[in-house]
């Protein structure tokens, strides 16, 4: 009966003391697997006011200045139209993240600059013959 109880109780000390269950994974307080999850789509910026753009692990769009914190914990330290940089909290590993701003497929051919609308005879054959010089 003696060499059961202790078996026992050998099983039982360490729940009784609170050590964790070496059969789980440990507790991510610092959110760090979700890092790479989300995304930055760049910022808006109105008068001296900007603000980012991120989209969770979840897909969630999530508004973001600087100084403000994320359900997550993590604070925004910079934010520029490229890149978003935050802290992830005391004694997380790594201490800050950034993410850079991802565009669309094919945003490199989009043209964001205005034509002179002077330069394109409107309505009239050029030319080639083609209506707006094409």
Not at 26 to 51: F, K
Not at 98 to 115: I, L, M, N
Request: proline share 5%; charged share 20%; aromatic share 6%.
């Amino acid at each position: 009966m003696g060499v059961k109880r202790g078996a026992l109780l050998l099983i039982m000390l360490p729940m009784a003391i609170g050590m964790r269950d070496p059969f789980q994974p440990p507790e991510d307080h610092c959110h760090i697997a979700q890092l790479s999850q989300w995304r930055y789509q760049g910022t808006i910026a109105r008068a001296s006011r900007q603000v980012g753009l991120l989209r969770d692990a979840q897909g969630k769009w999530r508004r973001v200045e600087m100084n403000s914190q994320l359900p997550t914990g993590w604070r925004v330290v910079q934010l520029s139209t490229q890149a978003v940089e935050i802290e992830t909290g005391l004694g997380c590993e790594p201490a800050r993240w950034s993410w850079s701003r991802e565009g669309e497929p094919h945003e490199d051919r989009d043209k964001h600059s205005v034509t002179n609308v002077n330069a394109i005879s409107m309505g009239a054959k050029t030319a080639a013959g083609l209506v707006g010089g094409g």
